[in-house]
């Protein structure tokens, strides 16, 4: 698998995580046993060191970080007001500068079965089209996370990543946003995910609804729903929870599990990860119940 995009700190008021959402699903995949290559980008700096040191620790491959002379790795700002959270997104960081060239090199390498892509990664030119040749070079399903992130992307981006996907993956509100935008018919999100699947020719559409669960809408129309997690679960924050559950989803899809399953497992993981400060859990322990109980 190949994952584009961002890699970046998250600096929430008491602690610093690593994040984006790239990084976040490759670190849960590998946790879960597959072999993701993120390609991304740092800074030469304190933060690379650390970020490399983590990956090293997730046994994680670091092929794909390449290395930038003149902008500082990702930095992300999270503000915290009760359980709700607001992301404050730096401009000008490494991850804008992705080297299309190098990019092309390490997917002819890998030869990816699925690739994965995101839209904050495409704010800059220069990342947009090392994106662009990274989509040419490799001929395998493409995965688009919408993750809309204000005020850092713009509707013509979203459009064309859209039509470059095979399968999406937003929140209800990104459904909603992209309605409005888009100009979907249909009053139901069912039906203007529809429309989104008609309009662009896309596989699937995957919407997750927190703790309401998630549904998946087929190009043959039809539709699969799963009910939230029981589960309590004490909140620290739900940043990463969608990254989570894109995870579980994609690690499903490989291993051929019944959608409904995927589905449910997707949830259950992205709840556990609510109760942690960040999108990805400092050690392995936190995976093991869920490799016990997937048999994987
Ligand atoms: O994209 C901005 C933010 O979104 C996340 O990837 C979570 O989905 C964070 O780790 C990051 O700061």
């Known amino acids: 698998m190949a994952l584009f995009g961002e890699v970046l700190a998250d600096v929430f008021p ?28 740092t800074g030469n700096d304190a933060m690379r060191e650390e970020l490399l040191a983590a990956m090293d620790r997730f046994d994680m491959d670091t092929l794909g970080v390449q290395c930038d002379p003149a902008h500082p790795t990702g930095q992300v700002v999270v503000h915290m007001e009760q359980n709700r959270h607001s992301f404050e997104i730096l401009p000008g960081q490494a991850y804008d ?3 299309a060239g190098v990019t092309r090199m390490i997917a002819l390498s890998t030869q990816p079965e699925l690739v994965y892509f995101g839209t904050l990664a495409q704010r800059h030119k ?15 399903p493409r995965m688009l996370d919408i993750n809309l992130r204000d005020p850092w ?41 529809n429309a989104l699947v008609h309009q662009f020719s896309l596989q699937r559409v995957l919407v997750t609804c927190g703790a309401n669960g998630a549904w998946q809408l087929n190009a043959d129309a039809t539709e699969v729903h799963v009910d939230g997690t029981e589960k309590h ?23 051929g599990w019944p959608v409904a399953l995927s589905l449910s497992r997707a949830n259950a993981f992205a709840a556990a990860l609510c109760g942690i400060r960040g999108a990805i859990p400092s050690d392995q322990d936190f995976y093991a119940p869920f490799l016990e109980q997937w048999k994987i």
């Open 14 to 41: 008491d602690r610093t995580v690593l994040g984006g959402a790239p990084f976040n699903v490759a670190r849960h995949l590998r946790a879960f046993g597959l072999h993701p290559v993120l390609i991304t980008r």
């Open 97 to 99: 500068f992705i080297h």
């Open 126 to 140: 220069v990342s947009r089209r090392a994106l662009h040749t990274l989509l040419q070079s490799i001929d395998a």
């Open 153 to 193: 992307y713009d509707l013509p981006t979203v459009r064309r990543a859209l039509q470059r996907a095979d399968i999406v993956k937003m929140n209800e509100d990104e459904l909603a946003v992209l309605a409005a935008q888009l100009r979907l018919p249909g009053k139901s999100a069912q039906q203007q995910a």
């Open 233 to 255: 679960i004490q909140v620290v924050d739900t940043v990463g929870a969608g990254d989570g559950f894109t995870a579980v989803f994609i690690v499903g899809s490989l291993l």
